[in-house]
């Protein structure tokens, strides 16, 4: 049977058209001969997410991106977008369609985040929207640390600058310089007593050496004398103990009852109590007493005067009593 040349090109023509409108539900994201269901999931924003982009689990495509629209809810502007899923994998409810980067280009797809519901979705189920940290996001992320520390380097630098032209000034100059020629006297200075030291080390050397001989001899000494000295301590210590227990807290009780007694007599002295009170505090004694010894001393005196008055002797009898004295 012979072809003729108007049924090829007739069905090149099909051929072609049917390849034409399979290429064209491919690129929105349509299969035309397999088993599919859709998915739904509603995003804030999208970037560079296109009908077309693959939908995997794992890194394992399970479908497409097959339409992106806007979607205005609760006064706000929502990007709808439409899964066609053309694996049969059970996906749990409120699994999680994360928008991720695909490759470095910046090729967007979607990565299905099972769920622990024990229920599955079904044809026309939404699923809950997520989106991946973009490489812009990303990049100011780790930029902003950079861009902190950028600052305060360049405002540690603009601080070095203005010290630096502080220090570049005549008068600070001239500051350094006397500091620097300061540090350089003091080096001298230390290195002219380094010298000395070393000098009077040399002429000190035997002193110092019988120095050191005799600390030597005295550790001697007392290492010799550790057992007598241990002994003295001993002994302090058994008479720390000694009065320590001794009844030093009666005698101080004693002592101090004494002295209060003491004041308590003092007291009365003083107040005009007592025999002793009365003598300290009564003037009439006093005047008592300091006539009566002078009666007493114009009685010697003139006892010594005139003693026939006082005593009568005769050298040869006995006196006539009757006799009056003159």
Known sequence: MKVSKEFKIGLVVVVAVAAFVWGVSFLKGTEMFEGKYYLYALYPKIENLIPANPVQINGF?????????????????????????????PIPQHSRARAVSADLLGTKAVEIIFSNS??????????VAETEQGLKESFNAQLAPLQAKAEKLIGSIDSVFTVVTTMLNP?????????????????????????????????????????????????????????????????????????????????????DKTLKELNDLLAKIN?????????AKNDSLYNNLNKSAEDLDKLLKDLRMNPKRYVHFSVFGKKDKNKPVN
């Open 271 to 279: 107040s005009g109590q007592g025999t002793l009170g009365k003598m």
């Open 61 to 89: 495509k399970i479908g497409q991106i097959n339409k992106i629209s806007l979607l205005q809810k609760g006064g706000k502007n929502l990007v709808l977008v439409k899964f066609l899923i053309t694996e049969e994998i």
């Open 118 to 127: 024990k229920e599955m979705v079904k044809n026309g189920d939404t699923l």
């Open 171 to 255: 008068k600070a100059r001239n500051n350094i310089d006397l500091t620097f020629e300061s540090v350089r006297k003091a080096i001298n200075n230390i290195e002219k007593t380094t010298y000395k030291m070393d000098d009077l080390l040399a002429t000190e050397k035997p002193k110092i050496t019988g120095i050191l001989n005799n600390l030597n001899s005295v550790t001697a000494n007392l290492s010799k004398n550790e057992e007598k000295i241990n002994a003295a301590i001993t002994n302090f210590s058994n008479l720390s103990d000694s009065l320590s227990k001794a009844k030093l807290n009666s005698a101080i009780n004693n002592a």
